[in-house]
């Protein structure tokens, strides 16, 4: 049904129907979003009652050639502006990438043939293969599989990938019950997959993702609120106070107007609170630092202050507050138990038996029980910048860390014994 409603048979798309179809749907990349200059950020983070309060303060100071009280409040103005345009500097970056998702290559059919093109030639129509290690390049509609499974964690949270199945759902069913669907952005995990590509670039699931995040409003939070009420109320109040002092003084006692408007001005700087934004701003800047070390990304720095509010957190998925990893944490043999050291699908580590070290190859029970896990595995550990991540199914990945913790050569171990066939992990077997 799919391939006759896009118009389209086994054999795949013409060269000349794909570029027609590029015409009109556009490449299968995400469009850039409205990105401010880093003039336009730098400026905006002057726009604040307070702030004005305190330009106009140092313009007065800077009139009465007090330098120093000048310089104090322009540096404290500055660097407000400074610390807030650096933090969402980091987040704009930390949102484009959504955009480092997508694949770079697709295995398509053209003319008949199988051919590899770049990801952004994709066109809707388009008949693509996929296996275990690939990105999905677009949103396309499974019609073969074997033993096909995806993770999708960056779409629905769920941390073990998913079985597909190209039987039909309902059209409502939610994002993560549609079986036959493999969306953009996604990676196989296990097995192979031909499907026809039913939504390329800002169409797909994770472009929808990329347009919220670029049209998310700047909505003003209690404290800014709080502050902007604050800072109206301060204005209306210094302004109230040093004109009664000018009049009273100028009127009632009758000294001179020169020197009681100098008195009412300088009455007016020593009352502004010219550190409160740099509180608040580097208060709200060192948890936006403390949130980035544990990859959770701040757009804007008071967004901080709601997540101090927030006193209950309801989810309705296990993988969604998770560090979406597994770990092997014991092994049971029959000569024991033995508990691993070590975190995450980091390979570095030991093993613990009644609590002391076990050296792994004086144990045959532990050695025996290692050397399976890292034969029947298809799994990758790949490290970068000291983080450990799993390419395949994260299972494995947890499987194959165990047995690289106790000193298993997996290289050595292939050619020892080199897989022939393999079962697949399916309840027919």
Known sequence: AALERLGVTRSGLSKAEAERRLAVHGRNRLPAGRRRSALMRFALQFHNVLIYVLLAAAFVTALMQHWIDTAVIVAVVVINAVIGFIQEGKAEEAMEAVRNMLSSQATVVRDGQRAVIDASDVAPGDIVYVQSGDRIP?????????????????????????DKDPAPVMADAPLGDRAPMAYSGTVVTYGQGTGVVVATGAATEIGRINAMLSEVETLSTPLLQRMDEFARWLTVVILVVCAAVFAFGALV??????EMFMAAVGLAVSAIPEGLPAIITITLAIGVERMARRKAIIRQLPAVETLGAVTTIC?????????????????????????TTGSGYDPHG????????VVVREDIHLTAALRPLALCND??????????????DPTEGALLAAAFKGGVNLE????????TDEIPFESQH
Do not use: C, H, M
């Open 138 to 162: 677009a949103d396309i509609r499974l019609i073969r599989v074997k033993s096909l499974k995806v993770q999708e964690s960056a779409l629905t949270g769920e941390s073990l990938p998913v």
């Open 253 to 258: 006692w009758g000294f001179d107007a020169g």
């Open 315 to 339: 989810s309705d998925k296990t993988g969604t507050l998770t560090l979406n990893e597994l770990i092997v944490r014991s092994i049971v043999t029959s000569g024991g138990v033995y508990d």
């Open 350 to 357: 030991g093993f613990l038996r009644n609590g002391k070290d």
């Open 379 to 392: 799994a990758v550990l790949r490290e970068k910048d000291g983080a450990w991540s799993v390419e395949g």
């Open 412 to 419: 050595e171990l292939a050619l020892e014994l080199p897989r």
